[in-house]
């Protein structure tokens, strides 16, 4: 995404992204009328949009009036009738039917009342949320997860402990209808979390700092590493992985890729550069000869889609094999980007 930072007419003609012209409309209207609107966004939604709303200043008065514009034009496109609200269908469905079966009816049509509260828990670290609800009891737990987004869901599952898994997950495919006391436990529980959001931990990268600390020292690394592995050979493996990283592979010279395409066989890297960034797809391409780089994205396309579980294993396969080859002093492998000068 682009900055815009003294956006200038010519910027202006070639019109701004949609994230762009949101991120002036919400600058513009004040803080609680865009407060609003921001609870309504998806989490991704939420952070792309207030990362361009960061990084604007300066902007011109006609970029604003455009983005306005086009906001009020989209509005006027609009039919103005729009469909009863939640508040309104409960005043209309009590007067009809009572108030327990106007709840029923609501919940049918917009989900349980928890859900809003638990969408804001999308923001906490799973690690942390495993940690606050491993206490709870098993069926709390899979009633807990099974409110929650799936992938958010499985990252919590992974951080409790592995023993009672199994059993959270046996839960889970058990429920159908909860009933309203364990509903009302499950508000509690989530008012708890929300009420400690502020206490979470932060998220530090511990194997990968110490991996890229490692990789830059210049004396003696292979026996701080050993060092290391005396006192945790767990952890040092792990490091170890992390400083052998799939993208370090775009900042190796020809010669050293050239080499790995020898011991690495076409149909691991067709897999392995599935959804790679750029400049590691161009850089393993351009140490192929032309015939056979063009064969190579022949095949890549044949391949199809591939699971993300395999893409990942089959890199770890790969620098597995440029480790063993940079241990055995046949590659010289570039750890981390240096800078460089001329």
């Not at 039917?97 to 859900?115: C, E, P, T």
């Not at 889970?172 to 909860?178: F, G, N, P, Q, T």
């Not at 945790?232 to 170890?240: A, F, G, L, N």
């Not at 190796?252 to 550069?273: G, H």
Request: charged share 25%; with cysteine; hydrophobic share 45%.
């Amino acid at each position: 995404m682009a900055e815009l930072n003294n956006i200038e007419d010519s910027d202006l003609e070639a019109g701004l992204s949609p994230v762009e012209q949101a991120a002036i409309v919400l600058l513009s209207i004040g803080e609680e009328q865009a407060a609003a609107v921001l609870r309504c966004l998806e989490r991704d939604e939420l952070m792309e949009l207030t990362q361009v709303m960061s990084r604007m200043s300066g902007i011109k008065v006609d970029t604003v009036k455009s983005a306005l514009q086009t906001f009020f034009d989209d509005y006027r496109q609009q039919s103005g009738l729009h469909g009863a609200s939640r508040s309104y269908l409960k005043r209309s469905l009590d007067l009809a039917l009572g108030s327990d079966i106007a709840n029923s009816v609501l919940n049918s049509i917009y989900g349980d009342a928890i859900r809003p509260k638990m969408a804001r828990l999308q923001y906490a670290s799973p690690k942390w949320l495993a940690e606050f609800v491993s206490s709870e009891h098993v069926q709390m737990q899979a009633v807990f997860l099974a409110f929650l987004p799936p992938a958010l869901a499985s990252q919590i599952l992974e951080a409790l402990p592995l023993e009672g898994r199994e059993l959270v997950l046996l839960n889970m495919a058990r429920l159908d209808e909860i009933n309203r006391d364990v509903l009302h436990e499950l508000e509690e529980l989530v008012g708890r979390c929300l009420a400690a959001f502020d206490t979470q931990s932060a998220s530090v990268e511990g194997v990968r700092q110490v991996a890229d600390i490692l990789n830059r020292l210049q004396d003696n690394r292979a026996g701080m590493v050993e060092l290391l592995r005396a006192h945790d050979p767990e952890v040092v493996s792990q490091i170890e992985m992390s400083m052998y990283d799939f993208f370090i592979l775009s900042r190796q010279t020809e010669q050293v890729i050239s080499r790995l395409l020898d011991d690495v066989p076409l149909e691991q890297w067709a897999i392995a550069l599935k959804g790679a960034e750029a400049p590691l797809r161009d850089a393993i391409l351009a140490a192929m000869p032309r015939r056979q780089a063009q064969s190579f994205e022949d095949l890549m396309r044949r391949s199809g889609p591939v699971p993300m579980s395999r893409i990942e294993q089959t890199r770890r396969e790969i620098m597995t094999t440029v480790k063993e080859l940079a241990d055995a002093g046949e590659i010289d492998i570039q750890l981390f980007a240096e800078a460089t000068a001329e």
